[in-house]
């Protein structure tokens, strides 16, 4: 067998399904043969032609789990039928971004699903020294969260997160909850999540919110009532709207803290008050994806039970209504993430 069935991406709003070749294996590379790959936000953005539209057409798909299938020559760390997942990015390796696990940064990085073939297919190719091995008997549908979650403990390491601060999460989707999950294992308090959706909000409050607000306009009030009118050590923007980026700053604290999370377009700006962020000492910071000890310390935590997920893992759709996958999730805000089965 020499083919494989993928979901490419031809234009914005279209996939088409086809038989392509499986990838060729460098010698220090792995084959793995997809079990599930999850629908991220980001993959949301390229169907819509709001990110990477230049890269098309391409296979995404960068939350998959599988099996190893093949070793190219060199590889002696991994055997054939091994669980796994994926550090998606790839960077040169030596230069001083990938020395200080700022992958991202690299001048070489790409990142597996986004700048090259993904999940959204029977097989995908990667640099052997990214796979990471799972526990046995762990649910495919839960590896497949590990790089979501990689996400937020990343953005919680950016954030210096500590016990007993306070923090607003704007926006309560996927990712958003799983903010609420990562603050609350950190033993943030309280936790205040701002979102649209009533059942958004409902089940940020299952997942460890202390309040959440559907109406924007009481929002500041009741940040200002949970943090003895001081405002949040800490807000968390994940959604990628420029006017909660804005907000974030309202809410915060003296000295408190905005993590830019959510993904704008390319080139939108916040109006920042320069003289009182410095003289109030406040920061940012930007974090996007997690890698390297991210994806380990995301395993450890979803291997042992610390991510309620069953609203992550339930809604699945086989590969060939990847489609139909696409254009339906907006309609089921309770499924707070859609997995296209394959394997």
């Known amino acids: 067998m020499d083919q494989m069935l993928a979901a490419l991406l031809v234009e914005p ?5 086809r038989h392509v070749d499986i990838p060729a294996l460098g010698p220090e590379d792995a084959l793995i043969r997809v079990a599930r790959t999850g629908i991220c936000g980001t993959d949301m953005h390229m169907f819509h032609g709001h990110f990477a539209a230049d890269r098309l057409p391409i296979i995404p798909g960068h939350e998959f789990s599988g099996t190893v299938a093949a070793l190219g020559s060199k590889v002696t760390h991994l055997a054939e039928g091994q669980a796994c997942v994926v550090d998606i990015n790839i960077g040169c390796g030596t230069c001083f971004w990938c020395r200080r696990n700022e992958i991202l940064n690299c001048p070489e990085m790409v ?3 986004i700048g090259r073939d993904g999940g959204f297919a029977e097989y995908v190719a990667v640099p052997a020294r990214l796979v990471i091995p799972v526990p046995d008997g762990m649910d495919p549908a839960l590896q497949a969260l590990v ?3 990689a996400c937020v403990v990343r953005a919680a390491r950016k954030a210096a997160v500590r016990f007993g601060q306070s923090a607003v999460v704007l926006g309560a989707g996927p990712i958003g909850n799983l903010h609420v999950q990562m603050l609350r294992l950190c033993g943030v308090a309280p936790i205040i999540v701002a979102d649209l959706s009533p059942e958004r909000c409902r089940m940020a409050l299952e997942a460890g919110a202390d309040v959440a607000v559907s109406d924007p306009a009481a929002l500041k009030a009741e940040v200002m009532r949970m943090t003895a009118d001081r ?4 807000v968390i923007e994940s959604v990628g709207a420029p006017r909660l980026y804005a907000l974030a700053f309202e809410l915060i604290r003296k000295g408190g803290h905005v993590a830019f999370f959510g993904l704008t377009g390319a080139g939108e700006a916040v109006p920042v008050d320069i003289l009182r962020t410095i003289m109030q000492e ?3 910071k930007g974090s996007v994806a997690g890698m390297g000890e991210d994806m380990h310390d995301a395993l450890t935590l979803l ?3 610390r991510f309620r997920t069953e609203a992550f893992t ?3 759709y086989p590969l060939e209504q990847i489609q139909q996958a696409f254009e339906t999730i907006a309609d089921r805000p309770g499924d707070l993430k859609t997995q296209i089965v394959i394997g």
């Open 13 to 17: 709003g279209r996939f088409d399904l």
């Open 111 to 113: 990142q597996i699903g």
């Open 147 to 149: 790089e979501p979650v």
């Open 231 to 234: 405002g949040a050590d800490l």
């Open 282 to 284: 406040n920061s940012l």
């Open 303 to 305: 291997a042992h039970g």
């Open 314 to 316: 339930r809604a699945g």
